[in-house]
């Protein structure tokens, strides 16, 4: 991927990537938060998702796409793995992934959501908050085996 794709930070605060081929987002009809967040900590060990919180305060920042991170300082980095298959790799949002939580035949992607241009197979997704600008730099690169210890909960949700 190349820097030429900007996506940004959603109005929760979150940033979001899911491969919808494998991604399975019901939870219960009356989830609850912390449920929720189980769930999707399940999901990245399943490298169906990929999501972190940066943040309130960084509600519709940009997070430059780009091969590397520059030599800014890093403030903190969340890493994953998501395996894309046919349907893609897609940049959703929290809302979107509420519903599918609630509803059993609801999908983990809107209307509005962003497809990426990323290759079927498995990729690793490093998401970083810089000290300088951008703010954040998403790197997304094709991964073989990155024998990655398994996520207990959403990266920077505290």
Do not use: K
């Not at 929760?12 to 999707?40: I, K, M, N, S």
């Not at 509420?98 to 509803?103: G, H, I, K, L, P």
């Amino acid at each position: 991927m190349s820097d030429a794709v900007a996506l940004h930070v959603d109005e929760d605060g979150f940033f979001c990537l899911v491969a919808p081929d494998t991604y399975r987002g019901f939870v219960d009809e009356d989830w609850e938060l912390e449920q929720l967040l189980t769930h999707f900590a399940g999901q990245m060990n399943a490298e169906s998702l990929f999501i972190a919180y940066p943040g309130p305060y960084d509600t519709n920042e940009t997070v430059v796409v780009a091969d590397g991170h520059g030599d800014a300082p890093v403030l903190r980095q969340a890493v994953g793995v998501v395996n894309v298959g046919p349907g893609g790799l897609w940049l959703t949002d929290y809302t979107q992934l509420t519903m599918a939580a609630q509803f059993d035949d609801e999908a983990p992607t809107a209307s509005y959501a962003i497809r990426l241009p990323i290759a079927e197979g498995r990729h690793r997704v490093d998401l970083r908050q810089l000290d300088g600008v951008p703010r954040y730099v998403l790197t997304i690169t094709p991964l073989a085996d990155d024998g990655r210890e398994p996520v207990s909960a959403v990266p920077w949700f505290s």
